[in-house]
């Protein structure tokens, strides 16, 4: 198993913990509340871009102009949900334990604020300091499918890009991931198996148990 001089970058919703219904609903309410009706499939072209592209891609969709107050309100929504409705996927703290236990190098890096990183994190109980890095949609000015959050985290661990192996479910992810020279995983949690492989994934599994499985494996 290839261990300390690798990373293990997750990205966080859709990976760790099932929060796309999460903050899905909550951005549905938001709209509700200023007279749109958005549904589902409005919010899927901007999954994993984080929240500005998550609502205001929906905006442009309906001719409204978006505007920060609108992300500040769908997180306070989100605030009031998440503690209900926020799922951990099975097998989520077993294998970031093993993989720390097995010396790997961890990060995260979400193009959530960290509002909600760390709302996530706490509900779901996984704790941050498994992580030798959290970097958040903050900390960067261009979103995924950019490089510029995992390069970020990349270069807080401190191992080059091509010694870094992402986790991702969004097709936006794994472009980012590819842009930034590393291998990526990916898990098909919100898209389809060939959407991602489309992207550019390395690898394909269907939860994040299978993942230590995938790390044994030279291919990757």
Same mark, same amino acid.
Do not use: W
């Given at each position: 198993?290839?261990?300390?001089?690798?990373?293990?970058?997750?990205?966080?919703?859709?990976?760790?913990? &099932?929060?796309?219904?999460?903050?899905?609903?909550?951005?549905?309410?938001?709209?509700? =509340?200023?007279?749109? #009706?958005?549904?589902?499939?409005?919010?899927?072209?901007?999954?994993?871009?984080?929240? &500005?592209?998550?609502?205001?891609?929906?905006?442009?969709?309906?001719?409204?102009?978006?505007?920060?107050?609108?992300?500040?309100?769908?997180?306070?929504?989100? *605030?009031?949900?998440?503690? =209900?409705?926020?799922?951990?996927?099975? %097998?989520?703290?077993?294998? *970031?334990?093993? *993989?720390?236990?097995?010396?790997?190098? $961890?990060? $995260?890096?979400?193009?959530?604020?960290?509002?909600?990183?760390?709302?996530?994190?706490?509900?779901? %109980?996984?704790?941050? #300091? $498994?992580?030798?890095?959290?970097?958040?949609?903050?900390?960067?000015?261009?979103?995924?499918?950019?490089? &510029?959050?995992?390069?970020?985290?990349?270069?807080?661990?401190?191992?080059?890009?091509?010694?870094?192996?992402?986790?991702?479910?969004?097709? #936006?992810?794994?472009?980012?991931?590819?842009?930034?020279?590393?291998?990526?995983? %990916?898990?098909?949690?919100?898209?389809?198996?060939?959407? $991602?492989?489309?992207?550019?994934? #390395?690898?394909?599994?269907?939860?994040?148990?299978?993942?230590?499985?995938?790390?044994?494996?030279?291919?990757?």
């Amino acid at each position: 198993m290839k261990t300390k001089e690798y990373c293990i970058i997750f990205d966080m919703d859709g990976i760790l913990v &099932d929060s796309e219904p999460v903050i899905k609903m909550a951005a549905v309410k938001f709209f509700g =509340e200023i007279g749109i #009706n958005a549904v589902s499939d409005d919010f899927k072209p901007f999954i994993g871009a984080g929240e &500005d592209r998550y609502i205001g891609g929906v905006c442009e969709k309906y001719g409204i102009k978006y505007n920060p107050d609108m992300k500040k309100r769908v997180y306070e929504i989100y *605030l009031e949900i998440v503690g =209900e409705f926020l799922k951990v996927y099975d %097998g989520t703290i077993p294998l *970031l334990q093993k *993989l720390a236990e097995n010396s790997y190098r $961890l990060a $995260l890096a979400s193009s959530a604020d960290s509002i909600k990183i760390h709302a996530n994190l706490s509900v779901a %109980g996984i704790d941050k #300091n $498994l992580f030798d890095a959290v970097i958040s949609g903050e900390d960067v000015i261009n979103k995924k499918p950019a490089p &510029d959050i995992y390069l970020k985290a990349a270069e807080a661990v401190g191992i080059l890009p091509t010694k870094c192996i992402v986790v991702e479910d969004a097709v #936006n992810g794994i472009q980012a991931a590819k842009s930034a020279g590393m291998k990526c995983i %990916g898990i098909t949690t919100s898209f389809e198996k060939d959407a $991602l492989i489309s992207a550019g994934a #390395n690898s394909i599994c269907c939860n994040i148990s299978d993942i230590s499985n995938i790390l044994l494996c030279t291919s990757i």
